[in-house]
């Protein structure tokens, strides 16, 4: 079965850090650009981040640039979301797929997905 799962999330306290995993099963992950996305309660799904499949280009949106970190690990056949002095406002399910470039994840536009069940990062005092 193809499938990536989320995994890594928490309760952290403000400023504190998490490292989300995105591991793939069914297929080898390295051959695809991968986003990074997350949807808080009573907004909409938005992407945060994305890597492509050779490592060439990396994006962040502007709310995270500076404190997350995406990077991949194809012997693992992994991403990771490195997460550093999280706030209040990171607090959302995330999730990761693949997607057929980067450049969609940065343009905003909606991405059609077979969306996993995530992963839930609270950040609270």
């Known amino acids: 079965q193809v499938h990536l799962v989320e995994s890594g999330g928490g309760l952290v306290q403000p400023g504190g850090s998490l490292r989300l995993s995105c591991a793939a099963s069914g297929f080898t992950l390295s051959y695809y650009d991968v986003g990074w996305f997350r949807q808080a309660p009573g907004k909409e799904r938005e992407g945060i981040s994305c890597i492509t499949h050779n490592n060439d280009y990396t994006f962040y949106e502007d709310s995270v640039k500076g404190r997350f970190t995406i990077s991949r690990d194809n012997a693992k056949n992994a991403v990771f979301l490195q997460m550093d002095n999280l706030k209040l406002e990171d607090t959302a399910m995330y999730y990761c797929?693949?997607?057929?470039?980067?450049?969609?994840?940065?343009?905003?536009?909606?991405?059609?997905?077979?969306w996993g069940q995530g992963t839930q990062v609270t950040v609270s005092s």
């Open positions: 797929v693949t997607v057929t470039h980067c450049t969609v994840v940065a343009s905003g536009a909606p991405v059609s997905a077979s």
